[in-house]
């Protein structure tokens, strides 16, 4: 199994650009889980998905944040516009069932300038 | 509200020795999962260890084993024969409907 894929692997940009962060669950899986990894904050639960659906999104921080997943095996997570507080790594996972073990992605570390 | 606490920011073990990570939580469901996931500096977690609450045995996987305290609300971590590739950032978990993360513990490995 390929495990769950993320892209890219890292992101530079500037203030107030649009970014897009991709995610690939590992096939079978029904829930998907977006997180965010600052030294600050350590893990925080940005949203989670069961079957496609938006289960939970009251960890995005704000507006200028966005989550879709239009099909099992494909999810986005938007940031627009981006600011230089939004530096960190994003990690994307699945898991078959709620409650049961996920499995994470490499991460993506993003930088904005 | 489901919490789960690692009272030990740092932690450090002689290569080959043994190292016991703690782990507390709270919750007031009856059935649920704790997990012991690795973060090397890779940064890729990497789930170490499960248990399910439901089991009185203590998990196991080679070198790592839990003890699992349920009255106690208690999970801790023990490595044995700590090896340098064991050092890493370790985060315990507890899931009933989604995983709530304790603040992790950073183990060193003195060669």
């Known amino acids: 199994d390929a495990g769950v894929i993320q892209s890219p692997r890292h992101e530079v940009t500037e203030m107030g650009q649009e970014v897009t962060l991709r995610c690939k669950p590992i096939?079978?899986?029904?829930?998907l889980f977006w997180y965010r990894q600052t030294m600050m904050r350590g893990l925080e639960l940005l949203i989670y998905?069961?079957?496609?659906?938006?289960?939970?999104d009251s960890g995005m921080p704000e507006d200028r944040f966005s989550a879709k997943m239009p099909n099992a095996s494909f999810s986005t997570l938007k940031i627009q516009p981006s600011e230089p507080r939004d530096s960190a790594v994003y990690f994307c996972?699945?898991?078959?069932?709620?409650?049961?073990?996920?499995?994470f992605g490499p991460g993506t570390r993003l930088t904005v300038l | 509200a489901q919490t789960v606490t690692q009272s030990q920011p740092e932690m450090s073990v002689q290569e080959a020795e043994t190292v016991t990570l703690s782990c507390t939580y709270d919750?007031?469901?009856?059935?649920?999962?704790l997990f012991w996931y690795k973060q090397p500096p890779s940064r890729q977690m990497i789930l170490v260890i499960r248990?399910?609450?439901?089991k009185q045995q203590n998990a196991t996987e080679n070198r790592f084993s839990v003890n699992f305290q349920k009255a106690a609300k208690s999970f801790s971590l023990k490595i044995s024969d700590s090896q340098l590739g064991d050092a890493a950032m370790y985060f315990c978990?507890?899931?009933?409907?989604?995983?709530?993360w304790g603040a992790g513990t950073k183990l060193i490995i003195k060669p």
């Open positions: 978990a507890q899931a009933s409907y989604q995983l709530i």
């Open positions: 096939s079978g899986h029904d829930y």
């Open positions: 919750t007031s469901e009856s059935d649920y999962y």
């Open positions: 998905f069961n079957n496609n659906v938006p289960i939970d």
């Open positions: 248990q399910e609450a439901y």
């Open positions: 996972a699945s898991s078959l069932g709620g409650e049961n073990t996920q499995y």
